[in-house]
């Protein structure tokens, strides 16, 4: 346990880090929501030094199988990161908010198409929303598709190129899928794809369907406007994170399920040749 100390609290300072970001580069954001930020990140990091400084497993999927929580985690930051800075440049511009912005601009109307997630995200902000603010929204919609988008690309490239998780040695589903039951009944490999098809249709409709329910709410509650900065923020970015964390979930246990389909190809192989050899 000793060992795993160091990397935890890494993990837990950049958890923290990564939180706090909006409220600390965003000015005159207020002192309670500053606290409530830094109650939050506080949790988090903890939660993430329990989990990675622990022997057994406990939520956290994959967590002897990198880059997996690595793309995962790099993809929410520069989300959050680069969502601030666009949310910052009318404030207080700066080169490079002011670069990030024009960015996201040119990004967010390239992919304002009709029925698309981006145009969704607009749709479902009230009629009377300024122009500006739409404008804001559509940018910050457009970035983290984007940044999803890449991270995406990415993990299919470590998949296909360097042979994840094959490559990291024996893959152990009880360390890295703690969540999943292998002894729950059933085929080990139906349960696996069935699972992988299901994160992978549900990580395509969230993006479309989570505009449309907010939407059609918004005749029985309050509208959302994402007037505040960080309710844009972290609104924006989980819209698209966690599409796109299911995505990656759905590929890696198909794949999952392929290796195990192959290993028993392989055993059955085996024992044919040791019952000829006999």
């Given at each position: 346990m000793i060992h795993r100390i160091p990397g935890a609290i890494v993990r837990a300072l950049l958890i923290v880090i990564m939180l706090a970001t909006p409220a600390l580069m965003l000015p005159g954001e207020s002192s309670d929501a500053t606290q409530a930020t830094v109650f939050v990140g506080l949790f988090a990091g903890a939660l993430t030094f329990a989990e990675y400084a622990s022997t057994y497993?406990?939520?956290?999927?994959?967590?002897?199988?990198?880059?997996?929580?690595?793309?995962?985690?790099?993809?929410?930051?520069?989300?959050?990161?680069?969502?601030?800075?666009?949310?910052?440049?009318?404030?207080?511009?700066?080169p490079f908010s002011a670069f990030v912005e024009a960015v996201g601009a040119l990004i967010g109307r390239a992919i304002d198409l009709p029925y698309s997630p981006v145009r969704?995200?607009?749709?479902?902000?009230?009629?009377?929303?300024?122009?500006?603010?739409?404008?804001?929204?559509?940018?910050?919609?457009?970035?983290?598709y984007l940044i999803s988008l890449v991270m995406l690309a990415i993990f299919v490239v470590v998949l296909k190129l360097f042979r994840w998780p094959a490559n990291h040695g024996a893959f152990n589903v009880w360390v890295?899928?703690?969540?999943?039951?292998?002894?729950?009944?059933?085929?080990?490999?139906?349960?696996?794809?069935?699972?992988?098809?299901?994160?992978?249709?549900?990580?395509?409709?969230?993006?479309?369907?989570?505009?449309?329910?907010?939407?059609?709410?918004?005749?029985?509650?309050?509208p959302i406007t994402f007037e505040s900065a960080q309710t844009l923020i972290w609104t924006v970015a989980?819209?698209?994170?966690?599409?796109?964390?299911?995505?990656?979930?759905?590929?890696?246990?198909?794949?999952?399920?392929?290796?195990?389909?192959?290993?028993?190809?392989?055993?059955?192989?085996?024992?044919?040749?040791?019952?000829?050899?006999?």
């Open positions: 497993p406990g939520l956290i999927e994959f967590r002897y199988a990198p880059p997996f929580n690595r793309l995962r985690f790099l993809s929410l930051f520069f989300t959050v990161f680069l969502l601030t800075m666009i949310c910052r440049n009318p404030i207080d511009p700066t969704l995200m607009t749709l479902m902000l009230p009629a009377d929303t300024s122009a500006a603010h739409l404008d804001l929204v559509r940018t910050a919609a457009g970035m983290a890295n899928l703690p969540t999943f039951d292998p002894t729950a009944g059933g085929d080990v490999v139906t349960r696996l794809e069935r699972d992988a098809r299901f994160n992978i249709a549900l990580g395509f409709l969230l993006p479309f369907l989570v505009p449309a329910v907010v939407k059609a709410s918004s005749t029985s509650f309050q989980a819209w698209a994170f966690l599409p796109a964390s299911l995505f990656m979930r759905g590929i890696a246990m198909g794949r999952i399920a392929d290796m195990i389909r192959e290993r028993r190809r392989q055993n059955a192989e085996g024992e044919d040749g040791a019952f000829q050899a006999i």
